[in-house]
């Protein structure tokens, strides 16, 4: 993968621009790795060493092979670090500290380490509403956004949560009332939404690696009775998609094409929330499962509306009641509530004062957000895998305590 790397980075010039004679030989370089001639570079194909594959998820932003085209995007938008030709140097980002925060600036630094010795790239720590802590590896900084993978999925929370408040759904409704083609299903039609986002809805939920369109989600087969069992993957929250695109088209006051347009109208734009790209199906719907690209600063900023129970400088913008029911447990796994992992499953367990409560969101590459309310702390770690332990993390964080 080096050789990949640096094999594309000196066809680059140090200015802004790529010349022609530049392209040629990208092209060329395309050529030899694109082995099966579909125009795109796989991660099969790119692997050629066994170094961890830190950026061809970041580059390929539909997420179905890196196009030459998004090569040239990375590179120009990253060529600093591409075109060095060695890592630079963790960047750290150190703020005031509140009184009686309950972590240092030599705890935070000790959670950085050992996230960046498990292949992560940027941890953030922020304590009420201030910014403590950065740590950026490998020359990234504060605007370089990441995939989410899974951690995608906690969004769904919150779309829940402003669907109840503005009316749109109950929590409990069976979702046969609005995919109207489940109802005559003996199984189908008792799934509530609880079920659906709980992931104990009893349908085949996909395999993780192929989302589905919303149409091919809803067309999930049944193989088990709701609320049985926990079955993890991408086919519930495209179903959740469809349910709402159709509640949108429905209501007279909430004319949003889709979730995501809903989502940025009435959550993302009030809170000053930025993504930097959001990957869609082949119909064109936002992926609900997967979709996200962030930065440490955005998601954080996610994250204290979460922590204030969805309400943002004084004003509600996300239903209180409804995400509290996000951060319960079901008989199926009480490790997962709606959308989130719980960090403390059970309230009647002694567990050390942080963790009391807390919850996070998680996706492949062990990206996390982690919302810790009874200390007022929010964590974000962004990687690409590695022998990555939540525990450790954490406990190296409030190591003080």
């Known amino acids: 993968m080096l050789r990949f790397y640096f094999g594309l980075s000196i066809l680059f010039l140090s200015h802004n621009t790529l010349v022609s004679q530049e392209k040629g030989k990208l092209f060329s370089a395309f050529e030899k790795l694109d082995k099966n001639g579909d125009g795109l570079v796989s991660k099969e194909e790119a692997s050629i060493s066994d170094q961890p594959l830190r950026w061809i998820d970041d580059a390929d932003k539909d997420g179905n092979g890196l196009s030459l085209e998004e090569a040239k995007s990375w590179f120009s938008e990253n060529r600093r670090g591409a075109l060095s030709g060695t890592e630079e140097k963790r960047v750290e980002i150190i703020g005031e500290f509140p009184e009686g925060a309950p972590v240092s600036a030599a705890s935070c630094r000790d959670a950085a380490e050992y996230s960046a010795g498990a292949n992560g790239l940027s941890t953030l720590i922020q304590v009420g509403e201030t910014i ?23 969004f769904s929370g919150a779309l829940l949560a402003l669907a109840v408040k503005d009316g749109l759904l109950e929590l409990d409704e069976p979702v046969s009332n609005t995919i109207t083609e489940w109802k005559d299903d003996s199984s189908l039609s008792r799934v509530t939404i609880r079920q659906l986002l709980s992931l104990t809805s009893g349908i085949n939920p996909g395999d993780n690696g192929n989302v589905p369109t919303y149409g091919e989600a809803i067309k999930a087969e049944s193989v088990s009775f709701p609320g049985e069992s926990f079955a993890y993957g991408p086919a519930p929250f495209q179903i959740f998609g469809e349910l709402l695109t159709r509640k949108l088209q429905a209501s007279d006051e909430l004319s949003f094409g889709d979730p995501l347009e809903y989502m940025k109208d009435r959550v993302f734009d009030p809170i000053g929330f930025r993504y930097e790209f959001w990957r869609r199906d082949r119909d064109g719907k936002p992926h609900l499962p997967s979709g996200a690209f962030l930065t440490a600063r955005e998601w954080v900023k996610y994250g204290e509306l979460l922590i204030h129970d969805g309400v ?29 992992w719980l960090l403390d499953p059970n309230p009647d367990s002694e567990v050390p004062a942080w963790r009391r409560g807390g919850y996070m969101a998680a ?25 990555y332990e939540d525990d450790e993390f954490l406990e190296r964080l409030f190591k003080d305590q």
């Open 132 to 154: 403590v802590f950065e740590a950026y590896e490998e020359g990234l900084s504060p605007e370089t956004a990441h995939r989410l993978a899974s951690g995608t999925k906690s």
């Open 363 to 387: 996706g492949a590459g062990k990206q996390r957000l982690y919302v810790l309310p009874a200390v007022g702390v929010l964590a974000v770690r962004q990687g690409e895998g590695g022998a």
């Open 312 to 340: 943002w400088k004084g004003t509600a913008i996300l239903d209180k009641d409804t995400l509290q029911e996000c951060r319960v447990g079901s008989s199926a796994n009480g490790t997962y509530g709606l959308t989130f």
